[in-house]
T-cell receptor, first 111, second 113 residues
Framework: QQQVKQSPQSLIVQKGGIPIINCAYENTAFDYFPWYQQFPGKGPALLIAIRPDVSEKKEGRFTISFNKSAKQFSLHIMDSQPGDSATYFCAADGTASKLTFGTGTRLQVTL | DGGITQSPKYLFRKEGQNVTLSCEQNLNHDAMYWYRQDPGQGLRLIYYSQIVNDFQKGDIAEGYSVSREKKESFPLTVTSAQKNPTAFYLC????????????FGEGSRLTVL
């Protein structure tokens, strides 16, 4: 049973473009929504996270948009760079204190 | 530097053999986790432990076992009962007590021949 659905599976954008990755969740008890970034051969690392009491959070070129009524959230990467090429995972957590991850989006930023 | 160390990075085993993956952390974190990563399936939770000498099954615990005898160590054994053990295994830790951020190791890639 997948509780967090992520799309697209892969994404190719040109340098300077704005890739958008979307996630949807089912469990209304989730109250923490992080995004993790993973480079090949490495473990994921926390990129940015949001709680449902805000609709948007920005950290540098990365922005999370959150729609509580639709149970959806998305990651936007402004002015994307080749160094942003990685796999991105959304996740969600509730009172169980264990993250449920999406299936991942492989992003490639071309020159 | 504080962090999580997983070993070995690559491991090859014959079918039917048990394998133990090591995970050590020096972050003084209370909680530790094991995830399995397969292409197109994301990260799936195998086992987690919030405190020493206690652990809980995750979503895909069948065919795996763990122990938590020390705060800094959380080894994972992939038993012969695991039907499809070839995968990338990730260990993580968090401060616990409601802290949400996971810190991951660099993973162990297990290939069963």
């Amino acid at each position: 049973q997948q509780q967090v659905k992520q799309s697209p599976q892969s994404l190719i954008v040109q340098k300077g473009g704005i890739p958008i990755i979307n996630c949807a969740y089912e469990n209304t008890a989730f109250d923490y929504f992080p995004w993790y970034q993973q480079f090949p051969g490495k473990g994921p690392a926390l990129l940015i996270a949001i709680r449902p009491d805000v609709s948007e959070k920005k950290e540098g070129r990365f922005t999370i948009s959150f729609n509580k009524s639709a149970k959806q959230f998305s990651l936007h990467i402004m002015d994307s760079q080749p160094g942003d090429s990685a796999t991105y995972f959304c996740a969600a957590d509730g009172t169980a204190s264990k993250l449920t991850f999406g299936t991942g989006t492989r992003l490639q930023v071309t020159l | 530097d504080g962090g999580i160390t997983q070993s070995p990075k690559y491991l090859f085993r014959k079918e039917g053999q048990n394998v133990t993956l090591s995970c050590e952390q020096n972050l003084n974190h209370d909680a530790m986790y094991w995830y399995r990563q397969d292409p197109g399936q994301g990260l799936r939770l195998i086992y987690y432990s919030q405190i020493v000498n206690d652990f809980q099954k995750g979503d895909i615990a069948e065919g795996y076992s763990v122990s938590r005898e020390k705060k800094e160590s959380f080894p994972l054994t992939v038993t012969s009962a695991q039907k499809n053990p070839t995968a990338f295994y990730l260990c993580a830790s968090s401060m616990g007590g409601g802290a949400r951020e996971l810190f991951f190791g660099e993973g162990s890639r297990l290939t069963v021949l």
